[in-house]
Structures are given as structure tokens and as C-alpha cells.
């Protein structure tokens, strides 16, 4: 019988992106390391909680992309080395010049982003890794929804706290968000009341 929190979906997955290392094209062009035309060589770091969690070495060819550009991904994993050519592909962007994409080494499709388990980078789908939300319950969601509004209400970092009628409206989202997750949890002991065969029912009374 599961117990208060129970009852999330249970994927094929063997983990969620959030905690996997991942190669982000958009992320790349940014740095400056996808360049059309150039080879570059660079050193990408990871790190976790502000301390070194890995890095790797790219060298990244797109001196002739019109036959196709490649990343070579060499370096020290968590797991041992890594050794690896990720063909990158290119398309026409409707808003002008190019989209780069990675090619997953496993499904072929084109991908911004590669995760990084069992040895290898590639796809998502491929590594069969889902986002965490997707595993959460409805009070799971509604209740990470309560703790994001009040972190935008507090402000964080360089984001700055919200003033005026910005204000007003995420304070009355937060309200929102908080009756929501406040009646899922009454449900949730409602129907763990009747499973059980208990003749007390919760109430919304403290």
C-alpha cells in the first residue's frame, strides 16, 4: 500500500536530466566554441554545487560544414574516459543564417542538447532520461509550483525582487498555488482515510 507521496508515474527511464552532464549547442555557439568555418579546440568544466564535477576536451571542426562539421569529446568522466565523435548538422534559420545541431550517435536525429551516462553522450530520448517533473504527483508539482513563487518573491542572485503590480500578480498566484496544493493534500488524506476504512475524515479546520 503506498503512503502519502505514492502513486507517481513510473517511466523506462534511468534517470532525469537534471542531474546528468550535458553538452548544450546553443550553449557552445554562445562561448564562442561552435565557429562556421574554424576548427577550435577548448576545455569545457562542469561543476556542481560551485566545486569541479568533470571536464572534457572538444575540438570542434566545422572547417568544411557543408560536408558536415563534427565534435571530438575526449577526457575524464566520472565514470572512466571518454573518447567520442558527435557529428554536427546545420539548418536554415527562418529568422536568418544557421541552427547547428548535434546528431545523436545512437538515433541520428538532431538534438541541441546531449546527456551524458553509461560512457556516452547522446539524445535524451536515447539515454532514456525524463524530466522530473514528469515523475511527480499532482501535489509533487503543486507544491514545487508554491516553492518557485515564492523564490521569484524573494528575489535571488541578480534577479531582483518584484515591486509594483508585478508584485501584486505573484503574490496572487502564490495564493493560487497555495489553496491548490493545500486541497490535493486534503484529498490525498481523504482518500487514504477511506482506503484505510478510518470513519474520521480530514477536515479543512487546523
Known amino acids: 500500500m503506498g503512503g502519502m507521496g505514492s502513486g507517481a508515474r513510473r517511466a523506462m527511464n534511468i534517470g532525469n536530466v537534471e542531474d546528468m552532464l550535458a553538452l548544450d549547442i546553443r550553449a ?56 567520442q565523435n558527435i557529428a554536427i548538422d546545420r539548418v536554415p534559420s527562418s529568422l536568418g543564417g544557421w541552427r547547428y545541431y548535434f546528431l545523436c550517435p545512437v538515433t541520428g536525429r538532431r538534438c541541441e542538447v546531449l546527456y551524458y551516462t553509461g560512457g556516452r553522450f547522446a539524445s535524451r530520448d536515447a539515454q532514456r532520461l525524463s524530466y522530473a517533473v ?53 484529498d490525498r488524506l481523504r482518500n487514504l482515510a477511506e482506503r484505510s476504512g478510518s470513519r474520521r475524515m480530514p477536515s479543512e479546520r487546523r
Not at 33 to 42: A, L, R, S, T
Not at 138 to 165: C, E, F, M, W
Request: proline content about 3%; hydrophobic content about 35%; aromatic content about 2%.
Open 28 to 83: 557552445l555557439r554562445r562561448l564562442g566554441v561552435i565557429q562556421p568555418g574554424e576548427c577550435i579546440i577548448d576545455t569545457l568544466h562542469w561543476s556542481i554545487g560551485g566545486l569541479s564535477a568533470s571536464s572534457v576536451r572538444l575540438r570542434v571542426d566545422l572547417s568544411n560544414i557543408e560536408r558536415g562539421g563534427t565534435m571530438t569529446v575526449s577526457g575524464n568522466m566520472p565514470d572512466g574516459t571518454i573518447s
Open 134 to 186: 514528469q515523475n511527480m504527483t499532482d501535489l509533487s508539482r503543486a507544491r514545487r509550483k508554491v516553492a518557485k513563487l515564492r523564490r521569484r518573491l524573494q528575489g535571488s542572485g541578480n534577479i531582483a525582487r518584484p515591486r509594483g503590480a508585478n508584485r501584486i500578480d505573484i503574490v496572487q498566484r502564490l495564493r493560487d498555488a497555495e489553496f491548490e496544493a493545500k486541497t490535493l493534500y486534503l
